[in-house]
C-alpha cells in the first residue's frame, strides 16, 4: 500500500514510517524538518504541507492511505504561524486525499482535546465536547484541527477517516509533552494535586497507529495503553524528585532556575486529570498494549536516567 | 492469633492495584493504608461506632449504600466509609460522590481521590458499578448537609439520579440510617455568605468553640437490599415512587435507631433485617420490586 506521511520526522513519525517499511508498504514522507538516517526506500520531501510541492507529492504517488501527523503540538510555539500550520495543513491534507484519491486518512490528535478541569469525568468517551478550548486556550487550534477531521466523516463519506486522540507518548526516544516535562532532575507539580497521567510507550502509539490502518477503523477513536498513573508515582519512578510548588508561585518559577517551561493553560494539565476510554478504539481494532506502565517508565528512565548531583 | 494490621486489611481490598500499589482510578493503598489508621481511633473509640445489618452489604459485587446525611461536615460518610472496611469480611471500599468544590483545593483534591473519594459525577458513578464497586450515595445533597441540629434526624428531599443510575446498572440499594451525626457536631446555623467567600456552599457554626465534633456514639443501620427493575429511562413519576420507596426505608431505619437508642423495645424485629414496621408503616424491604 502507498502511504504518505505528513509530520515524518517527529518522534513517532519516524517509527511509524520504519513499521510500514518493514510490514512491506511504499513510505513517502512530508515534512520540513529533516530526517538525517532515513532508510533510502524511504522517499521523502522537505516541504511545507501547506505548500504547492506538497500536492505535487500527492499528485505523483496518489497514495491510499494518509497519515497525518503534521501538526504542531509544541506549546512553546505561539500564535499565527502555529494555528495556519494546524489549520491550514489539516485542510490541505483532506483537500489532497479528495482530489488525489486517498481511499483513507489518519488524523493523529491528542487526548487533550477533552480539557483538564474539576469537574470533568475520569474516562472521557468519544462523543464528549471539547472542553480544552475554556481551560487551555493554547491548545485551541490543535482543537479546532481535530474538529475539523472529525467533519470529513460525513463531509467525504467516500474517505474513510479516523481521527485518533492519542494519550502521552513515553519511551525511550524522549519526544513528547510528558517525556519533555520529565527530563530534568527536578520535576514541577502543583502543591496540593496529584492528578492521573495516561501514557503509552511510543511503539504502542506506532502498533496503535498501523492497525488503524490495517483495519481502516473509520470514527473517532481514543487511544490509550496502561491504566493512568498518579503523577507523582511517575517522577517517582523515572528517578526524579518533586518539587511542589503553590499555585501562586508556579507561574513564576518554570521556565527559570532549570525548571521546564509551561503555558499558563497547562497548569491545568498538573492540577486535574485528563483521561481517556479507549473500549471503542480496542473493541475496533483489537489493539492491545505490550508494554505496561511499569516497562514504558522503566524504558523512559533507561534512556534518560535521572541526573546524578555533584556531591553524589 | 495476631490482629491484623491496617496494611493487610487494605491488601485484601478487592480492587485491580497495580505493582505500585495504585488503581485505575488512583485509588492508592499507602494513603488508604494511612486514613483508615488514621479513622480507626475515630471509629473505635472518639465516636465508638455501632454498626447494624451489615450482612446486608454484599460482600462482592456491586451495590449502592444510600443513606441519609446526618448534620454539619462528612462525618456520616466517613464512618460508613470505615465500617465496610473496618467491619465487613473481605473488607470493602465504599466510594464516595463527593461535592465538585472538593477537587478545587488542595491536598483534599489528592487525599480524596487516593481513598477512593470522586466528584460526584453519573458518569464516575456508573464506571464504578459497571466494575462492581460498592457505592456511597447521599441522595439528600449538600441539602442534608445543612441540617441544623433541631433537623437532624429528618430527611430532606433526595434527588432522583442515584435511583435511575440503579436501575440502568442493575445495582441493588441497600439502604441506611445514620444516627448521631447531628450530635456529634450540633450546629446552630449556616453561614452560606462566608461559604460563597471561601468556595463551598456554606459554613455551618455550632455554639461552642472550639468546633470540632463531640464524642457521641454514632450508629450506622444497614437495612436489607431494595431491588427494582426496569431501565433507568422510565417516567419521572415511576422513577420518584421508587425513590419515595428508598426514603420510606431510610426512614424506617432511622425511627427504629431512635428508638432503640431511648431504650424502647424493639419489638420481635431484628436490627439489621431490614423488615421494619414503623411509623412510615411501609411494607416489607428486602425484596425486589415489580419483579416478585
Given at each position: 500500500?502507498?502511504?504518505?506521511i505528513?509530520?515524518?520526522?517527529?518522534?513517532?513519525?519516524?517509527?511509524?514510517?520504519?513499521?510500514?517499511?518493514?510490514?512491506?508498504?511504499?513510505?513517502?514522507?512530508?515534512?520540513?524538518?529533516p530526517?538525517f538516517d532515513?532508510p533510502?526506500?524511504?522517499?521523502?520531501?522537505?516541504?511545507?504541507?501547506?505548500?504547492?510541492?506538497?500536492?505535487?507529492?500527492?499528485?505523483?504517488?496518489?497514495p491510499?492511505?494518509?497519515?497525518?501527523?503534521?501538526?504542531?503540538?509544541?506549546?512553546?510555539?505561539?500564535?499565527?504561524?502555529?494555528?495556519?500550520?494546524?489549520?491550514?495543513?489539516?485542510?490541505?491534507?483532506f483537500?489532497?486525499?479528495?482530489a488525489?484519491?486517498?481511499k483513507h486518512?489518519?488524523?493523529?490528535?491528542?487526548?487533550?482535546?477533552?480539557?483538564?478541569?474539576?469537574?470533568?469525568?475520569?474516562?472521557?468517551?468519544?462523543?464528549?465536547?471539547?472542553m480544552?478550548?475554556?481551560?487551555?486556550?493554547?491548545?485551541?487550534?490543535?482543537v479546532?484541527?481535530?474538529?475539523?477531521?472529525?467533519?470529513?466523516?460525513?463531509?467525504?463519506?467516500?474517505?474513510?477517516?479516523?481521527?485518533?486522540?492519542?494519550?502521552?507518548?513515553?519511551?525511550?526516544?524522549?519526544?513528547?509533552?510528558l517525556?519533555?516535562?520529565?527530563?530534568?532532575?527536578?520535576?514541577?507539580?502543583?502543591m496540593?494535586?496529584d492528578?492521573?497521567?495516561?501514557?503509552?510507550?511510543?511503539?504502542?502509539?506506532?502498533?496503535?497507529?498501523?492497525?488503524?490502518?490495517?483495519?481502516?477503523a473509520?470514527?473517532?477513536?481514543?487511544?490509550?495503553?496502561?491504566?493512568?498513573?498518579?503523577?507523582?508515582?511517575i517522577?517517582?519512578?523515572?528517578?526524579?524528585?518533586?518539587?511542589?510548588?503553590?499555585?501562586?508561585?508556579?507561574?513564576?518559577?518554570?521556565?527559570?532556575?532549570?525548571?521546564?517551561?509551561?503555558?499558563?493553560g497547562?497548569?491545568?494539565?498538573?492540577?486535574?486529570?485528563?483521561?481517556?476510554?479507549?473500549?471503542?478504539?480496542?473493541?475496533?481494532?483489537?489493539?492491545?498494549h505490550?508494554?505496561?506502565?511499569?516497562?514504558?517508565?522503566?524504558?523512559?528512565?533507561?534512556a534518560?536516567?535521572?541526573?546524578?548531583?555533584?556531591?553524589? | 492469633?495476631?490482629?491484623?494490621?491496617?496494611?493487610e486489611?487494605?491488601e485484601?481490598l478487592?480492587?485491580?492495584?497495580?505493582?505500585?500499589?495504585?488503581?485505575?482510578?488512583?485509588?492508592?493503598?499507602?494513603?488508604?493504608?494511612?486514613?483508615?489508621?488514621a479513622?480507626?481511633?475515630?471509629?473505635?473509640?472518639?465516636?465508638?461506632?455501632?454498626?447494624?445489618?451489615?450482612?446486608?452489604?454484599?460482600?462482592?459485587?456491586?451495590?449502592?449504600?444510600?443513606?441519609?446525611?446526618?448534620?454539619?461536615?462528612?462525618?456520616?460518610a466517613?464512618?460508613?466509609?470505615?465500617?465496610?472496611?473496618?467491619?465487613?469480611?473481605?473488607?470493602?471500599?465504599?466510594?464516595?460522590?463527593?461535592?465538585?468544590?472538593?477537587?478545587?483545593?488542595?491536598?483534599?483534591?489528592?487525599?480524596?481521590?487516593?481513598v477512593?473519594?470522586?466528584t460526584?459525577l453519573p458518569?464516575?458513578?456508573?464506571?464504578?458499578?459497571?466494575?462492581?464497586?460498592?457505592?456511597?450515595?447521599?441522595?439528600?445533597?449538600?441539602?442534608?448537609?445543612?441540617?441544623?441540629?433541631?433537623?437532624?434526624?429528618?430527611?430532606?428531599?433526595?434527588?432522583?439520579?442515584?435511583?435511575?443510575?440503579?436501575l440502568?446498572?442493575?445495582?441493588?440499594?441497600?439502604?441506611?440510617?445514620?444516627?448521631?451525626?447531628?450530635?456529634?457536631?450540633?450546629?446552630?446555623?449556616?453561614s452560606?455568605?462566608?461559604?460563597?467567600?471561601?468556595?463551598?456552599?456554606?459554613?455551618?457554626?455550632?455554639?461552642?468553640?472550639?468546633?470540632?465534633?463531640?464524642?457521641?456514639?454514632?450508629?450506622?443501620?444497614?437495612?436489607?437490599?431494595?431491588?427494582?427493575?426496569?431501565?433507568?429511562?422510565e417516567?419521572?413519576?415511576?422513577?420518584?415512587?421508587y425513590?419515595?420507596?428508598?426514603?420510606?426505608?431510610?426512614a424506617?431505619?432511622?425511627?427504629?435507631?431512635?428508638?432503640?437508642?431511648?431504650?424502647?423495645?424493639?419489638?420481635?424485629?431484628?436490627?439489621?433485617?431490614?423488615?421494619?414496621?414503623?411509623?412510615?408503616?411501609?411494607?416489607?424491604?428486602?425484596?425486589d420490586?415489580?419483579?416478585?
Open positions: 500500500m502507498k502511504i504518505v505528513p509530520g515524518i520526522s517527529g518522534g513517532v513519525g519516524q517509527k511509524l514510517a520504519l513499521h510500514l517499511l518493514a510490514e512491506g508498504h511504499d513510505v513517502v514522507g512530508i515534512d520540513v524538518r530526517w532515513a533510502k526506500e524511504i522517499d521523502l520531501h522537505r516541504v511545507d504541507i501547506r505548500k504547492r510541492a506538497a500536492e505535487d507529492v500527492f499528485r505523483r504517488v496518489r491510499e492511505a494518509v497519515v497525518h501527523m503534521a501538526t504542531v503540538t509544541s506549546l512553546m510555539m505561539k500564535g499565527e504561524e502555529r494555528n495556519r500550520i494546524n489549520l491550514g495543513g489539516t485542510r490541505a491534507v483537500d489532497h486525499c479528495r488525489y484519491g486517498a486518512c489518519i488524523f493523529v490528535g491528542r487526548h487533550t482535546f477533552y480539557g483538564a478541569a474539576p469537574d470533568s469525568p475520569l474516562f472521557h468517551t468519544e462523543d464528549e465536547p471539547p480544552a478550548l475554556s481551560t487551555f486556550p493554547e491548545l485551541a487550534d490543535l479546532a484541527a481535530d474538529l475539523f477531521a472529525a467533519t470529513a466523516l460525513w463531509r467525504f463519506s467516500e474517505l474513510v477517516t479516523t481521527v485518533l486522540r492519542v494519550s502521552y507518548t513515553l519511551g525511550p526516544s524522549g519526544h513528547g509533552t517525556a519533555t516535562y520529565l527530563k530534568g532532575p527536578t520535576v514541577p507539580s502543583l496540593g494535586f492528578p492521573l497521567f495516561q501514557f503509552m510507550h511510543e511503539d504502542d502509539v506506532v502498533t496503535s497507529i498501523a492497525l488503524a490502518l490495517e483495519k481502516r473509520r470514527g473517532i477513536f481514543n487511544v490509550a495503553g496502561p491504566p493512568p498513573v498518579p503523577f507523582s508515582v517522577v517517582r519512578e523515572s528517578g526524579r524528585k518533586r518539587l511542589p510548588l503553590p499555585e501562586f508561585l508556579i507561574d513564576r518559577t518554570l521556565g527559570r532556575w532549570g525548571l521546564p517551561r509551561l503555558p499558563r497547562a497548569l491545568s494539565h498538573v492540577k486535574y486529570p485528563v483521561v481517556v476510554d479507549a473500549t471503542a478504539f480496542r473493541k475496533a481494532t483489537g489493539f492491545r505490550l508494554y505496561d506502565e511499569v516497562e514504558t517508565i522503566a524504558a523512559y528512565r533507561k534518560f536516567p535521572p541526573p546524578v548531583s555533584p556531591s553524589a | 492469633m495476631p490482629k491484623e494490621s491496617i496494611a486489611r487494605v485484601r478487592q480492587i485491580p492495584f497495580s505493582p505500585w500499589g495504585v488503581d485505575p482510578y488512583g485509588v492508592s493503598k499507602k494513603h488508604l493504608t494511612r486514613a483508615y489508621t479513622l480507626e481511633f475515630f471509629y473505635r473509640h472518639y465516636f465508638s461506632v455501632e454498626t447494624h445489618g451489615l450482612e446486608n452489604v454484599p460482600r462482592r459485587g456491586r451495590a449502592m449504600l444510600v443513606g441519609n446525611h446526618a448534620g454539619g461536615i462528612a462525618i456520616d466517613t464512618m460508613v466509609w470505615g465500617s465496610v472496611f473496618f467491619e465487613m469480611e473481605p473488607p470493602r471500599l465504599a466510594q464516595g460522590m463527593a461535592e465538585k468544590f472538593i477537587i478545587r483545593f488542595p491536598f483534599a483534591s489528592s487525599w480524596s481521590g487516593k477512593g473519594q470522586f460526584g458518569e464516575h458513578a456508573e464506571r464504578l458499578l459497571e466494575e462492581d464497586r460498592l457505592l456511597m450515595v447521599f441522595p439528600e445533597g449538600a441539602r442534608g448537609t445543612a441540617k441544623l441540629f433541631k433537623e437532624r434526624n429528618s430527611l430532606v428531599d433526595f434527588g432522583t439520579g442515584f435511583l435511575r443510575l440503579a440502568k446498572t442493575k445495582t441493588p440499594i441497600i439502604p441506611f440510617g445514620f444516627l448521631g451525626g447531628g450530635d456529634a457536631l450540633p450546629t446552630v446555623a449556616n452560606y455568605k462566608l461559604g460563597k467567600k471561601l468556595g463551598v456552599p456554606y459554613i455551618p457554626i455550632v455554639a461552642y468553640w472550639p468546633p470540632i465534633p463531640l464524642p457521641v456514639k454514632l450508629e450506622i443501620h444497614y437495612g436489607a437490599p431494595l431491588v427494582f427493575q426496569g431501565t433507568g429511562s417516567e419521572d413519576e415511576v422513577i420518584a415512587g425513590v419515595d420507596e428508598v426514603k420510606s426505608s431510610i424506617q431505619l432511622i425511627d427504629r435507631g431512635l428508638r432503640v437508642r431511648r431504650g424502647e423495645p424493639k419489638g420481635s424485629l431484628q436490627l439489621g433485617d431490614g423488615g421494619i414496621s414503623g411509623p412510615h408503616g411501609s411494607r416489607g424491604a428486602g425484596q420490586r415489580n419483579s416478585r
